[in-house]
């Protein structure tokens, strides 16, 4: 019979493989600390060179080097030098090699030279390309070299010569000036003439209508503005989840614009609902919803539809169709008619009309023309501040839209302005003593401002003004805007407020948890005047106010959309008495 003891060694061995035996069994050898003095001073070293083992000092002292005298060279010290390595021991016995060195005088740029491969160059484009980054007797840096070279392959790309090139064809160091002496060489190519867009992985919308809509025409000169404003006109088009920057492809000998998108299913929903408490017991659930279809007839077109039940027996709908790009032009005219109903006693009805016209891919035109009709229910014992008339208006708007994600904006900007003038004939004459007054000429400003902020990677900060006025020569309720709820002044009722004069704005503090999701904190406050309104024996008298509130919340990305949850709080509330509000918005 054999021995058992060898069996037992090699079972013994495969329990502790070699590799970790042996690498237990290696002795940690010391290391030694580096530190780098520049005259007198102490500079930072690379974690990977702030320490040496014994048998890696050659190798270590020689990356030191080459790395201060790397610093030294990009920053324009050609005269730097390593004067001598010491290695001093302390009264604990820990060692430290110390680098001492002197980067001496900083040269600077005695000369720069550009030639071309063209020699229009000298006439029609370098008198116009001023090398602020490179001016003579500039103290050098390696960055500040390669800030002119952008610059200038800058300059080329914004005439048409997308394809250039910038090469350094001599670098001469002149130690006994200190100076360097710099000599570009360009290559520019010929102008880009785009014959087309293509837009990849298009299967939900037209490619043709697509290709219209970022307002590049055929024999376009390719620059940066433009691949810049055509991708702006495709994230506004609010038809992609992405899209790419623009890159220019050839394909028969002809050039084109390519941009890569990521599409996201072009009708959308929003649904709102609130939870607001009563003082004593229960509460009331309001909310809202809205439809927006797209392409529903022609490519470009939209159908918006949207229904809010508010304050108790109050509720809206609003119906919208709106078409763009007419005539191949970014021309959009649409139709649109809303509906206010205050519980049984009035209804206003606004049929609206509008025309539109994009200046550039964040810049929007608007022209209105609208008529709003108010009924009064002459049949209820208590009558509301309202007389029954007919309204016509006219108005000018600028809408500018510039963000760099639809859905969670980090920086950018959104505004709005609205001026309308309008004459309104007053029919309810059971209700008016002074005849005067059956013809009321009104003049309306609205302004609506957000800016967004991201001043760090996950941090976003976005601030939002809001105004209206009107000015008339007399007021009824229906003359009003109402303001309020979940998407105006958060922690108050939906439309509790009503005022010829309002101004109110808040800032909000946003933390992204990701593309799609943040958690914020917000705080809003605001003022607002309610004119004195005297119809027939009622009156109802002036009111000025303050506002404010403060809240926090949640979105988050779900399957069927943005899950958004809020909980707001006006000074009128306790904190177990605010108000909540839970939304999602989606793609159908």
Request: proline letters at 4%.
């Given at each position: 019979?054999?021995?058992?003891?060898?069996y037992l060694?090699?079972?013994?061995?495969s329990?502790?493989?070699?590799n970790?035996?042996?690498a237990?069994?290696k002795?940690t050898?010391?290391?030694t600390g580096i530190k780098?003095?520049?005259q007198?001073?102490?500079?930072?070293?690379?974690?990977s060179?702030?320490?040496?083992?014994?048998?890696?000092?050659?190798?270590?002292?020689n990356e030191?080097?080459?790395?201060i005298?790397?610093?030294?060279?990009?920053s324009?010290?050609?005269s730097?030098?390593i004067?001598?390595?010491?290695?001093?021991?302390?009264?604990?016995?820990?060692?430290?090699?110390?680098?001492?060195?002197?980067?001496?005088?900083?040269?600077r740029?005695?000369?720069?030279n550009?030639?071309?491969?063209?020699?229009?160059?000298?006439v029609?484009i370098?008198?116009?390309?001023?090398?602020?980054?490179?001016f003579?007797?500039k103290p050098y840096?390696?960055?500040l070299?390669e800030?002119?070279?952008?610059?200038?392959?800058?300059?080329?790309?914004?005439?048409?010569?997308?394809l250039?090139?910038?090469?350094?064809?001599?670098?001469?160091?002149?130690?006994?000036?200190?100076?360097?002496h710099?000599?570009?060489?360009?290559?520019?190519?010929?102008r880009?003439i785009?014959?087309?867009?293509?837009?990849t992985?298009?299967?939900k919308?037209?490619?043709?209508y697509?290709a219209r809509?970022?307002?590049?025409?055929?024999?376009?000169?390719v620059?940066p503005h433009?691949?810049?404003?055509g991708?702006?006109?495709?994230?506004?088009?609010?038809?992609f989840d992405?899209?790419?920057?623009?890159?220019?492809?050839?394909?028969?000998?002809r050039y084109y614009?390519?941009?890569?998108?990521?599409?996201?299913?072009?009708?959308?929903?929003?649904?709102?609902?609130?939870?607001?408490?009563?003082?004593?017991?229960?509460g009331?659930?309001?909310?809202?919803?809205?439809?927006?279809l797209?392409?529903a007839i022609?490519?470009?077109s939209k159908?918006?539809?949207?229904f809010?039940?508010?304050q108790?027996?109050?509720?809206?709908l609003?119906?919208?169709?709106?078409?763009?790009w007419?005539?191949?032009?970014?021309?959009?005219?649409?139709?649109?008619?809303?509906?206010?109903?205050?519980d049984?006693s009035?209804?206003v009805r606004?049929?609206?009309f509008?025309?539109?016209?994009?200046?550039n891919?964040?810049?929007?035109?608007l022209a209105?023309?609208?008529?709003?009709?108010?009924?009064?229910?002459?049949?209820?014992?208590?009558?509301?501040?309202?007389?029954?008339?007919?309204?016509?208006y006219?108005?000018?708007?600028?809408?500018?839209?510039?963000?760099?994600?639809?859905?969670?904006p980090?920086?950018g900007m959104?505004l709005?302005?609205m001026?309308?003038?309008?004459?309104?004939?007053?029919s309810?004459?059971?209700q008016?003593?002074d005849t005067?007054r059956?013809r009321?000429h009104?003049?309306?400003?609205?302004?609506?401002?957000q800016?967004?902020?991201?001043?760090?990677?996950?941090?976003?900060f976005?601030?939002?003004i809001?105004?209206?006025?009107?000015?008339?020569?007399?007021?009824?309720?229906?003359?009003l805007?109402?303001?309020?709820?979940?998407?105006?002044?958060?922690?108050?009722?939906?439309d509790?407020f009503m005022?010829?004069?309002?101004?109110?704005?808040?800032a909000?503090?946003?933390?992204?948890?990701d593309?799609?999701?943040y958690?914020f904190?917000?705080?809003?406050?605001g003022?607002?005047l309610?004119?004195?309104?005297?119809?027939?024996n009622?009156?109802?008298?002036?009111t000025?106010?303050?506002l404010?509130?403060?809240?926090?919340?949640?979105?988050f990305?779900t399957k069927?959309?943005q899950?958004?949850?809020t909980?707001?709080?006006?000074?009128?509330?306790?904190?177990?008495n605010a108000?909540i509000?839970?939304?999602?918005?989606?793609?159908?």
């Amino acid at each position: 019979m054999k021995h058992p003891f060898p069996y037992l060694f090699f079972i013994l061995l495969s329990l502790f493989p070699l590799n970790k035996v042996w690498a237990q069994s290696k002795v940690t050898q010391p290391k030694t600390g580096i530190k780098w003095i520049d005259q007198r001073h102490q500079e930072n070293l690379p974690d990977s060179l702030r320490l040496v083992n014994q048998k890696d000092t050659a190798f270590v002292f020689n990356e030191i080097r080459a790395y201060i005298l790397h610093q030294y060279y990009y920053s324009g010290y050609f005269s730097g030098k390593i004067d001598s390595i010491k290695l001093r021991t302390s009264q604990s016995s820990k060692s430290q090699y110390y680098f001492y060195s002197n980067r001496g005088l900083r040269y600077r740029i005695g000369s720069l030279n550009i030639t071309s491969d063209a020699d229009s160059d000298s006439v029609e484009i370098l008198p116009d390309w001023h090398p602020r980054y490179l001016f003579k007797s500039k103290p050098y840096s390696q960055k500040l070299l390669e800030e002119g070279i952008n610059h200038l392959i800058q300059f080329y790309e914004d005439h048409g010569y997308a394809l250039v090139k910038v090469f350094i064809s001599n670098f001469k160091i002149d130690p006994s000036n200190r100076s360097v002496h710099i000599q570009l060489r360009v290559h520019r190519g010929g102008r880009i003439i785009a014959s087309g867009v293509m837009i990849t992985n298009v299967h939900k919308n037209d490619p043709d209508y697509l290709a219209r809509i970022t307002g590049i025409k055929d024999s376009s000169l390719v620059t940066p503005h433009l691949l810049a404003t055509g991708r702006t006109n495709l994230q506004n088009s609010n038809l992609f989840d992405e899209v790419g920057k623009g890159d220019i492809v050839k394909e028969d000998n002809r050039y084109y614009v390519e941009y890569r998108v990521k599409e996201r299913n072009p009708n959308s929903f929003d649904l709102l609902v609130g939870y607001v408490p009563n003082p004593g017991r229960g509460g009331t659930i309001v909310g809202n919803g809205e439809l927006l279809l797209r392409n529903a007839i022609w490519n470009g077109s939209k159908l918006n539809l949207s229904f809010n039940r508010l304050q108790k027996y109050v509720t809206k709908l609003n119906i919208g169709f709106s078409k763009e790009w007419l005539l191949n032009i970014p021309l959009g005219v649409g139709m649109n008619f809303h509906f206010l109903q205050q519980d049984s006693s009035y209804q206003v009805r606004n049929l609206k009309f509008n025309g539109s016209y994009n200046i550039n891919s964040a810049t929007q035109v608007l022209a209105i023309f609208r008529r709003q009709t108010v009924a009064v229910n002459s049949n209820i014992i208590n009558l509301p501040p309202v007389l029954s008339g007919n309204g016509t208006y006219g108005g000018l708007g600028l809408n500018y839209q510039n963000v760099d994600n639809l859905l969670v904006p980090r920086h950018g900007m959104k505004l709005s302005i609205m001026i309308q003038s309008g004459l309104k004939r007053i029919s309810d004459n059971s209700q008016i003593q002074d005849t005067t007054r059956s013809r009321i000429h009104q003049k309306i400003l609205q302004f609506n401002m957000q800016p967004y902020f991201n001043p760090f990677r996950r941090q976003v900060f976005t601030l939002s003004i809001h105004a209206y006025f009107i000015e008339s020569d007399g007021y009824t309720e229906s003359d009003l805007i109402r303001f309020g709820g979940a998407k105006s002044l958060r922690g108050y009722r939906e439309d509790q407020f009503m005022a010829s004069r309002m101004l109110w704005g808040d800032a909000e503090y946003r933390y992204l948890l990701d593309p799609t999701s943040y958690a914020f904190i917000f705080g809003a406050e605001g003022t607002y005047l309610r004119p004195r309104i005297s119809i027939g024996n009622k009156t109802v008298a002036k009111t000025v106010g303050w506002l404010h509130s403060f809240g926090f919340g949640f979105a988050f990305q779900t399957k069927l959309g943005q899950l958004k949850i809020t909980y707001a709080k006006s000074p009128q509330d306790t904190f177990s008495n605010a108000k909540i509000h839970i939304s999602i918005s989606g793609n159908l």
